[in-house]
Nanobody, 125 residues
Framework: QVQLVESGGGVVQAGGSLRLSCAASGRTLSTYIVGWFRQAPGIEREFVTTISRIGDSTDYADSVKGRFTISRDNAEGTVYLQMSSLKPEDTALYYC??????????????????WGQGTQVTVSS
C-alpha cells in the first residue's frame, strides 16, 4: 500500500497562489491514479482534480478549471496542485488520495483507497 502526506497549505489573500504537494511512500506512486479533494466546514468533501498514472490525462471540477493545475513526478513520488487566482470559496481542507481503480482517471472519491491527512488552505478576502 501507499502512504500519502500533503503539504503546502497556508493562508493567502484572494487572487494569490499556492502549490500543494502530495508525497507518497511505500508502494510506487506510478501504480496509482491520484486525485485531490477538498472539504469546507459544513460541506461534503468534493472532487477537485485527478491525474492518470503517467500524467497524460487530467480532469478538473468546473469550479477550478483554468485556475488549478495538477501534475506529478513519479520519479520523486510526488503529485502537485498549483492553485492560482484563489478565491475565498476555495478555503477548505485539501486531501490527496490514491486509487487503483480506473483506466486513466478517477473522479469518484469512493473509488480511492488511500488518503492523506489533509492540508488547510485559507483564502482571505
Amino acid at each position: 500500500q501507499v502512504q500519502l502526506v500533503e503539504s503546502g497549505g497556508g493562508v493567502v489573500q484572494a487572487g494569490g497562489s499556492l502549490r500543494l504537494s502530495c508525497a507518497a511512500s511505500g508502494r510506487t506512486l506510478s501504480t496509482y491514479i491520484v486525485g485531490w479533494f477538498r472539504q469546507a466546514p459544513g460541506i461534503e468533501r468534493e472532487f477537485v482534480t485527478t491525474i492518470s498514472r503517467i500524467g497524460d490525462s487530467t480532469d478538473y471540477a468546473d469550479s477550478v478549471k483554468g485556475r488549478f493545475t495538477i501534475s506529478r513526478d513519479n520519479a520523486e513520488g510526488t503529485v502537485y496542485l498549483q492553485m492560482s487566482s484563489l478565491k475565498p470559496e476555495d478555503t477548505a481542507l485539501y486531501y490527496c488520495a490514491a486509487s487503483m481503480q480506473g483506466y486513466l482517471i478517477q473522479t469518484r472519491q469512493e473509488n480511492y483507497q488511500y488518503w492523506g491527512q489533509g492540508t488547510q488552505v485559507t483564502v482571505s478576502s
